[in-house]
């Protein structure tokens, strides 16, 4: 059995692997999803790669109407749409985007994100992890050899830092965990750093109504 093989039966949370519905970072990102408030219209949600619909799911229990994406279809209500293309929804269409780990597998991330906020309503919330790349853990195994592109998924097109997380959400909230085992907290200082995940709340801006 590889170094690889055994990194990944190590229960620690590193963002992914056998954690991948637990881990902290998850977690802090469902728990940033505002209680959708009772009035006369649904409060709208979409949620980008939806796999198995366990997010959909948690959604739907926060009060909201859910539309779910993905590329391919992985549960019945899934519409399959393509995130590396304009999304096929009107301008301010949904008060909530959840997005979690998808847009490290997109073309163009920059071009999708801006797809998210142009189907967000004004002052609507999006919500994304996504890895974090270059945290003090995987810089070190870089130097064993093991660099991000082997330790994350095939199908991975990007390896983000916080640069990169702050060019894409300028106005954005990003937020992090550690340690990653027993007892993590949540964090907002040195999260390029100490964490291995992102955490972002991007709220849509009177700026991005005008563009």
Not at 62 to 71: A, E, Q
Not at 135 to 159: E, M, T
Request: net charge positive; aromatic share 10%.
């Amino acid at each position: 059995m590889g170094l690889l093989s055994i990194l990944k039966k190590i229960p620690i949370d590193l963002g992914q692997g056998n954690l991948r519905k637990t881990t902290k970072g998850k977690l802090i990102a469902l728990s940033l999803i505002p209680k959708a408030e009772k009035r006369k219209e649904s409060i709208t949600a979409l949620d980008i790669g939806c796999r198995e619909g366990y997010q959909t799911e948690f959604l739907k229990a926060k009060g909201y109407r859910v539309t779910s994406i993905d590329i391919e279809k992985s549960i019945p209500e899934c519409i399959v749409m393509d995130a590396n293309k304009k999304l096929k929804f009107k301008d301010d269409s949904f008060d909530l985007i959840w997005c979690s780990e998808v847009i490290e597998h997109l073309d163009n991330p920059k071009f999708s994100v801006g797809e998210f906020r142009r189907v967000l309503k004004p002052n609507g919330k999006m919500i994304l992890t996504t890895p974090n790349s270059y945290c003090w853990v995987f810089r070190l195994l870089h130097l064993f050899g093991l660099p991000p592109a082997k330790l994350q998924r095939k199908d991975h097109k990007h390896f983000f830092n916080i640069e990169d997380m702050k060019d894409l959400f300028p106005n954005g909230k990003i937020y992090g965990f550690f340690p990653y085992c027993i007892i993590k907290f949540k964090i907002k200082r040195l999260v390029g750093f100490l964490s291995p995940t992102f955490v972002v709340v991007d709220k849509k801006s009177t700026e991005d109504v005008a563009k």
